[in-house]
């Protein structure tokens, strides 16, 4: 008899292009997937992919097949989206996904104020640089630093994430053109202000590069170069906020939920909290913020 998990797994594959990336996706060995794929062909008695030391290329039985099990996936998360709008009550758990500077920096110690309004809810902060799937079900909410655009969709302005260049005291005493730099790894190299920042090196000598925020600033603090970093991640911290001429771009931050998702008494409690909650931070936008400088 054939097994679905099997067919959800040979998805996956046939998604991420190698047993590798089936493998970080599903968070199990790429021999398991392997053997999945292998149980998988036996079962429907085809050849679903031909192998390849860096990837996985799918037969045209394959491509057939996954165009099938990626229809039933979608229908598998739309019940579990529909099932997850028709509960009615304030219990359970709630998965927000954000940065995991807004998670550590902010959200956490606000939570108390969440839990004492809604004693029976539990929020999973879902702390990743990379963007959790409203569709896939991979979370309930979304805090954002794009703007969304999926067609299910609905997003809400939080606020706005503004970004200074900052140094340690001893560096910003320095000719800026002897200064080095901190960037991020190539995985967030696309960032609006990481683009800025190596516009604006220009060529000067990049002492580190890491995606993660923290790692970042104590670099900053270890004089190891100047960096991009949110104004309110600083506050508490030693660094000499430094004036080159032009800002760095801000970046808008966003609330996104799915549309069939968002009708869910837990959802809906959730939005409204993180809603009053940023309004009330320095992330509040003024008035007259352009919205299109946030990218």
Do not use: C
Request: no cysteine; charged share 20%; glycine share 6%.
């Amino acid at each position: 008899m054939l097994d679905w998990d099997d067919l959800r797994i040979f998805e996956v594959l046939a998604r991420t292009g190698s047993l590798s990336g089936a493998a970080r996706a599903l968070k199990v060995n790429h021999a398991t997937i392997g053997r999945r794929v292998a149980t998988l062909e036996a079962e429907l008695g085809v050849t679903l992919v031909t192998r390849l030391p860096r990837n996985t290329i799918l037969t045209p039985q394959g491509e057939a097949i996954a165009a099938l099990a990626r229809e039933m996936e979608q229908t598998a998360q739309a019940v579990t989206r529909r099932a997850r709008a028709f509960e009615n009550d304030l219990t359970g758990n709630v998965r927000i996904s954000l940065p995991p500077a807004l998670a550590s920096d902010f959200l956490a110690e606000r939570l108390t104020g969440f839990s004492t309004l809604y004693p029976g809810l539990t929020v999973t902060l879902k702390a990743t640089p990379m963007m959790s799937s409203l569709e896939r079900g991979e979370t309930d909410l979304a805090i954002r630093l794009v703007q969304p655009d999926g067609p299910a969709q609905i997003a809400r302005r939080l606020g706005v994430m503004q970004l200074g260049l900052y140094a340690a005291p001893s560096v910003a005493t320095t000719s800026p053109k002897h200064w080095r730099f901190v960037l991020a790894d190539d995985d967030l190299a696309h960032l609006p202000h990481q683009v800025w920042l190596a516009n604006y090196a220009d060529g000067r000598p990049v002492s580190m590069r890491s995606s993660d925020i923290h790692t970042q600033i104590n670099a900053v603090r270890a004089g190891l170069g100047v960096a991009a970093l949110p104004v309110f991640m600083t506050g508490h911290t030693d660094l000499v906020r430094v004036d080159v001429g032009v800002a760095a771009p801000p970046r808008g931050i966003w609330l996104v939920v799915h549309e069939e998702v968002r009708k869910a008494p837990a959802v809906q409690a959730t939005m409204a909290w993180l809603t009053e909650t940023f309004a009330a931070s320095e992330f509040r936008a003024p008035i007259d913020f352009d919205w299109s400088a946030a990218r």
